[in-house]
């Protein structure tokens, strides 16, 4: 039976790739509670949409078929995959709203004219090629907000407390737990003030207790190997995937990281464990706003010195 054309359910089932064949169209089905023959609603995917599945987004989609409980995606491939309805999303883009069309045709526009001194012998600047692939912009994103004029909220529920497998200090914190809430962040300040071990602290949050998958990307590959070699220093190698060009790809799919976690399991319950993290949480939270404030006494202290230094030699004098 045509999967693009409709769906058998026998008793919740999908069978029908089952159905060999079926001379009438629609094909007689005999009535029964336990047999259903769905029809679909099709919907083509075009260039300025996306199809998401839990929240990632699948890639090559043509179309997809609307059968109730159940949504069919086709992909160009000839390939055909059914999931339940509640799992599938399809989204259009920003673009389709002419203003914020318009600003993206100015940036391709000038992005034809972006060329490197590395650039000039190439016929195509790489900005240029990247904004030509740049067809779908979710409206969730920063991005979209900006195109369209809209304010950027920070109002992103966080459902956990966090957590700080790395070192960290106050400022780190109030760093991260803004990041946690924003749809962006800019977390900025001189080297050596800690500015990657926010970042692995906000990896740790958003890849374990969200469960989401994360992309770390830079304009040199110096910063990404920083990120990638602290973790691998602290045993956490196989959370990392070096991508980006095929020669990572195929280097990284060819030895596959080997992990062992047997150290990490533990008779105590999850939510028993949780409860003890956040007791410890709050008592070296205590300490390190007790540390800072001796550090302000401290520096006042000093001013207050210098000063009677200065006045004992005037009275002195």
Same mark, same amino acid.
């Given at each position: ?6 769906? %058998? ?18 094909? @007689?089905?005999?009535? +029964? ?15 300025? %949409? ?9 890639? =090559? ?30 989204? +259009?883009?920003?673009?389709? =709203? ?23 012998? =190439? ?32 109002? @992103? ?5 966090? @957590? ?21 962040? #800019?977390? $900025? ?12 602290? #906000? ?14 990307? +830079? ?11 602290? %973790? ?29 976690? +047997? $150290? ?7 939510? $028993?464990? =949780? ?8 008592? @070296? ?7 800072? $404030? ?24």
């Amino acid at each position: 039976m045509d999967q693009e054309r409709f769906m %058998m359910i026998v008793k919740g089932d999908d069978k029908t790739q089952d159905v060999s064949s079926n001379e009438k169209d629609p094909p @007689i089905v005999r009535k +029964s509670s336990d047999i259903q023959l769905l029809t679909p609603t099709v919907q083509d995917i075009t260039e300025d %949409m996306a199809v998401f599945h839990d929240g990632y987004p699948f890639y =090559n989609v043509v179309r997809v078929l609307d059968l109730g409980p159940k949504i069919r995606v086709c992909f160009n491939n000839g390939s055909i995959r059914t999931y339940d309805r509640e799992r599938i999303q399809v989204r +259009s883009s920003s673009t389709q =709203n002419a203003e914020g069309r318009q600003i993206l045709d100015y940036w391709r526009a000038i992005s034809k004219c972006a060329k490197s001194e590395d650039e000039q012998g =190439n016929k195509e600047a790489f900005l240029a090629k990247q904004f030509a692939k740049l067809n779908y912009i979710d409206p969730d994103s920063a991005l979209s907000h900006y195109l369209l004029k809209k304010p950027i909220k920070s109002d @992103i529920p966080v459902t956990s407390e966090p @957590i700080f497998p790395f070192r960290y200090n106050l400022s780190q914190r109030a760093a991260l737990e803004q990041a946690l809430k924003s749809p962006i962040s #800019i977390i $900025e300040g001189p080297p050596g003030t800690g500015k990657t071990q926010t970042i692995l602290n #906000i990896l740790a949050n958003l890849a374990v207790m969200q469960g989401k998958k994360v992309a770390i990307v +830079s304009g040199n590959n110096a910063a990404v190997l920083n990120v990638q070699e602290k %973790m691998e220093r602290q045993g956490y190698h196989f959370f990392v995937a070096s991508l980006g060009n095929q020669e990572n790809k195929k280097k990284f799919f060819a030895n596959l990281p080997n992990w062992d976690v +047997s $150290e990490w399991s533990s008779d105590v319950p999850e939510g $028993e464990l =949780n409860a003890k993290l956040q007791d410890l949480d709050q008592r @070296i939270h205590r300490l390190m706003e007790l540390d800072r $404030e001796k550090a302000q006494l401290m520096q006042k202290l000093s001013a207050y010195l210098l000063e009677q230094e200065h006045f004992e030699h005037y009275y002195a004098r």
